[in-house]
């Protein structure tokens, strides 16, 4: 089993900037991918971005040049930094890790970006 918990979410103007956070335990050394995903109010949840075991990173194109995600393997941390937030990406962020065995999910943390 993989545990995650997310955490750094909360209100912010638009144009500021937020850094989330997913911290790892349990069977972590055979997770290959890790990524954030979201969920706005009556919509379907979206893949945000990735990071795979090799470094390899992915994004959905409303945020590319503007988040990043990292990893701190000492910290068994993923983070997502985003800048030049927008009203649009206000959602619930969900961390997700895949293994051989399945896939995990955070609890979800609430970013709001708005004015």
């Known amino acids: 089993q993989v545990q995650l918990v997310e955490s750094g979410g909360g209100l912010m103007q638009p144009g500021g900037s937020l850094r989330l956070s997913c911290a790892a335990s349990?069977?972590?050394?055979?997770?290959?991918?890790t990524g954030w995903y979201r969920q706005a109010p009556g919509k379907e949840r979206e893949l945000v971005a990735t990071?795979?075991?090799?470094?390899?990173?992915n994004y959905v194109d409303s945020v590319k040049g503007r988040f990043t995600i990292s990893r701190d393997n000492a910290k068994n941390t993923v983070y997502l930094q985003m800048n030049s937030l927008k009203p649009e990406d206000t959602a619930v962020y969900y961390c997700?890790?895949?293994?051989?065995?399945?896939?995990?999910w955070g609890q979800g943390t609430q970013v709001t970006v708005s004015s």
């Open positions: 997700n890790a895949v293994d051989p065995y399945g896939r995990y």
């Open positions: 349990g069977r972590i050394f055979s997770i290959y991918v």
């Open positions: 990071i795979t075991s090799g470094d390899i990173t």
